[in-house]
């Protein structure tokens, strides 16, 4: 008598993970050989605190505003960061739900990564959608709600075991300029990293880290949602990525995508212009 098969129910565990200035092998597009000097470029003083002005005052307010809290996020440091800025970043995160510093020594970087998404991943999970985030960009406050009616949409439809990554096309570069910040309409050809999310079954290796953002659909099911405006992404001196556009992008008045911004982000327009 043949056995029935048993339906493992779908539990599914959204993680983020953030880089926060972590030392590693590999990961930076501005390489450097020595892992020491690595350390003093990121934990200058100086650019730390750059650094932080831009996670306080735009990247944490848009992961505390998002309309559906069940996610973890991870943010991933150095052994080495200096305890006052450990301290600062804890008590920014001490009212976020969910949320979990991991401490690695420099390593290689997809070891780390792979680290801290297991640290943070319950057992009770049967997938994980880790999605990605830096610290100096922003997410619409719908943007974990939509991730996760995205991920149940299309999930039973290429397939349960099979990695899916899902994303965004559509959303805004903030230039910061010391005359009044700039304003760019984007809509990517190619996945934009920024909150982009791979789900597979819990205990799977692979995640979003794995591959180039750009190429994910050489080698994934992959969709993109390009009518949302759902990210911001900043430009300033110390991207360490060349930030362009892979499409369209329009420089934009304030006024004519103030109501834009102010509808999809815990921002309005003249905070962001100025901030």
Not at 229 to 250: K, M
Request: hydrophobic share 40%; net charge neutral.
């Amino acid at each position: 008598m043949a056995q029935a098969k048993v339906k493992v129910k779908f539990r599914n565990q959204i993680i983020g993970l953030m880089r926060f200035s972590f030392p590693c092998k590999g990961g930076f597009a501005k390489e450097e050989e020595d892992m020491g000097a690595l350390e003093a470029r990121l934990f200058d003083p100086d650019r730390l605190a750059r650094r932080f002005e831009l996670f306080e005052k735009l990247t944490l307010p848009s992961i505390k505003a998002q309309s559906d809290g069940d996610f973890r996020m991870v943010f991933l440091i150095g052994k080495n960061l200096p305890p006052e800025w450990r301290d600062r970043l804890n008590d920014g995160i001490a009212d976020l739900k969910g949320a979990r510093v991991v401490s690695l020594q420099p390593m290689q970087h997809y070891l780390a990564i792979r680290k801290a998404y297991n640290l943070a991943t319950p057992d009770a999970a049967s997938h994980v959608t880790g999605f990605r985030l830096d610290d100096d960009d922003a997410l619409d406050i719908d943007h974990i709600a939509r991730m996760r009616r995205t991920v149940e949409a299309m999930l039973p439809a290429v397939g349960l075991d099979a990695p899916l990554v899902t994303g965004c096309n559509r959303g805004f570069f903030l230039e910061r300029k010391p005359g009044g910040n700039e304003i760019y309409e984007v809509v990517e050809k190619n996945p934009i990293g920024l909150g982009l999310a791979m789900t597979t079954p819990r205990g799977v290796t692979e995640n979003i880290f794995r591959r180039n953002h750009r190429f994910c659909s050489q080698f994934y099911n992959t969709f993109t949602e390009a009518v949302t405006p759902a990210f911001l992404r900043t430009v300033h001196t110390d991207n360490d990525s060349d930030p362009h556009a892979s499409g369209r992008i329009e420089k934009s008045a304030w006024d004519d995508v103030a109501p834009m911004l102010e509808s999809h982000f815990p921002f309005t327009a003249a905070y962001l212009r100025s901030f």
